[in-house]
């Protein structure tokens, strides 16, 4: 019931999606899904995705939505729709397998199914949806969405363990010698990056450097100054606009510092880096901190980022509700709420009134960076870790040493 409820849900919001774009000043889609769309249009003419400007995708997404050109319009919302259910199956299939009971389930499943953000996000035609449903094969999502390359260590500490936790990530005797190269890492290697590389070797093929420059480098330099929750968008927008007069903190010490360090890469590699090693024997959290973790320190932070973390917060979220410390999460939560609208209300300010309030959003961004930290701190400290499956799934699916 559960999922035809969501499916009912997703096209009521792609119907109405037609008529506020069509009514109403802002519009319901995604400004991506038009960009999608033209890249799509190129492609069924024969021609190359990347002669629609700030087309910054593998060309196989372009191919997957010809049928915007071919068959309807609505058609890749239909799709991203049809995925984000997909997601769900997902996660009833793995909380199972963890060992949830029945209420715990329809909780997980709520948690995504019917998530204001999530359902927004896919009927406004963002793809990120994909990337739940692609984590089955991970050399495929990194291909389509370079992101999770941030987990590679943290599989490879995985896999260094069995799933009960029996074995030492360092050794018999305390000996920080990790063994990097097991059958099962190197399985893993051989498959992910054998996928990455054949995918990313055929897309070049056909597209050659701009695909490259498109879709792999331009994310390595990456500079958005609008619809950016980082605090580093400040800093970017006056490298954009170096003679503007607008920012009255234009050269302000502080200011200069706090982007340079919002600008580094440094601090959000140590903080994902070292949060997958602490919590590789529990995937599922590791994967969950990581990438909350990364959206919250990355220079570009977007709405579309936060489904990166909602995807998998299902899978977390049982062992959050049994804990003592839940109304703390919970709390926190509400605060990282009014942070984001307190974000977006200057924002709106910013980009639909013209109104000067940069030192304003950019305080706003500071408040959401110190919300996204303070909601992970609270959830490390609340949750309870687990094996990846239950001890009985576990003696049904892999071997016990």
Not at 4 to 30: E, G, H, M, P
Request: net charge positive; aromatic share 16%.
């Amino acid at each position: 019931m559960a999922f035809v409820c969501a499916v009912i849900l997703r096209l009521v919001l792609i119907a109405w999606s037609a008529y506020q774009d069509a009514n109403f000043d802002v519009k319901y889609t995604d400004i991506d899904y038009f960009v999608y769309t033209d890249a799509a249009r190129h492609v069924v003419r024969g021609g190359s995705p990347y002669e629609r400007a700030t087309y910054r995708y593998p060309p196989l997404l372009a191919v997957l939505l010809a049928p915007n050109v071919l068959v309807h319009e609505m058609w890749g919302k239909v799709f991203f729709s049809t995925l984000d259910i997909a997601v769900g199956g997902l996660i009833l299939k793995i909380g199972r397998r963890r060992g949830m009971n029945a209420r715990e389930l329809k909780y997980a499943l709520w948690c995504w199914l019917f998530n204001p953000f999530t359902c927004a996000i896919s009927t406004r035609g963002s793809c990120e949806a994909l990337t739940g449903v692609a984590a089955i094969a991970y050399g495929f999502v990194v291909h389509m969405r370079l992101y999770p390359i941030i987990h590679a260590l943290m599989f490879v500490a995985f896999l260094n363990k069995d799933y009960m936790g029996n074995r030492a990530l360092f050794g018999k005797r305390g000996s920080k010698a990790l063994s990097w190269v097991t059958v099962e890492n190197v399985k893993f290697a051989v498959v992910s990056s054998a996928t990455f590389f054949a995918l990313t070797a055929g897309s070049y093929a056909v597209y050659g450097m701009d695909y490259i420059d498109e879709a792999i480098l331009y994310h390595a330099q990456r500079k958005d100054h609008r619809h950016n929750f980082s605090p580093a968008f400040y800093g970017i927008y006056l490298s954009i606009h170096p003679t503007t007069d607008a920012p009255d903190l234009n050269g302000s010490a502080i200011v200069q510092t706090a982007d340079r360090l919002a600008m580094s890469p440094l601090p959000m590699l140590t903080v994902v880096l070292s949060l997958g090693f602490a919590f590789a024997s529990d995937m599922p959290f590791a994967l969950f901190v990581q990438t909350l973790a990364f959206v919250a320190f990355n220079k570009v932070c977007t709405a579309q980022y936060f489904v990166w973390w909602f995807m998998l917060l299902p899978l977390v979220l049982p062992s959050l509700m049994r804990s003592a410390n839940r109304k703390r999460v919970v709390f926190a939560t509400l605060i990282w709420l009014i942070a984001q609208l307190h974000w977006l209300a200057w924002a709106y300010a910013l980009e639909f009134k013209g109104a000067q309030v940069f030192e304003s959003v950019w305080l706003a961004s500071i408040a959401f960076f110190g919300a996204n930290i303070w909601l992970l701190l609270n959830i490390i400290a609340a949750y309870a870790h687990a094996p990846i499956f239950s001890r009985g799934r576990l003696q049904k699916f892999s071997k016990v040493e």
